[in-house]
């Protein structure tokens, strides 16, 4: 069956930087679009970055350059790496195959001011 492993959060200080990974099995991940979602206490989950088969990016404008999604399609993962990090960037973050219902357990963020 389809699993979704996120891991690399933590707890940081505003100002500095995270690397999440999220690694896939029982998909064949290299044509899936695959994207990180982030859910705040008492807050809806929202879309944070996605990435296409082809590459291709989409970000929040919550996060435009401070965040990027990548892919290593040999290693059957998708990557955020989130650079200048603030409070509300806390929350609880989650890949998902787009379009689909598969989801991780997700990782904690916290970011500490």
């Known amino acids: 069956q389809v699993q979704l492993v996120e891991s690399g959060g933590g707890l940081v200080q505003a100002g500095g930087s995270l690397r999440l990974s999220c690694l896939a099995s029982?998909?064949?991940?290299?044509?899936?679009?695959m994207g990180w979602y982030r859910q705040a206490p008492g807050k809806q989950r929202e879309l944070v970055a996605t990435?296409?088969?082809?590459?291709?990016?989409n970000y929040a404008d919550s996060v435009k350059g401070r965040f990027t999604i990548a892919r290593d399609n040999a290693k059957n993962s998708v990557y955020l790496q989130m650079n200048s990090l603030k409070p509300d960037d806390t929350g609880v973050y989650y890949c998902?195959?787009?379009?689909?219902?598969?989801w991780g357990q997700g990782t904690q963020v916290t970011v500490s001011s």
């Open positions: 990435i296409t088969g082809g590459r291709n990016t």
């Open positions: 998902n195959v787009m379009r689909s219902e598969y």
């Open positions: 029982g998909i064949i991940f290299a044509f899936v679009d």
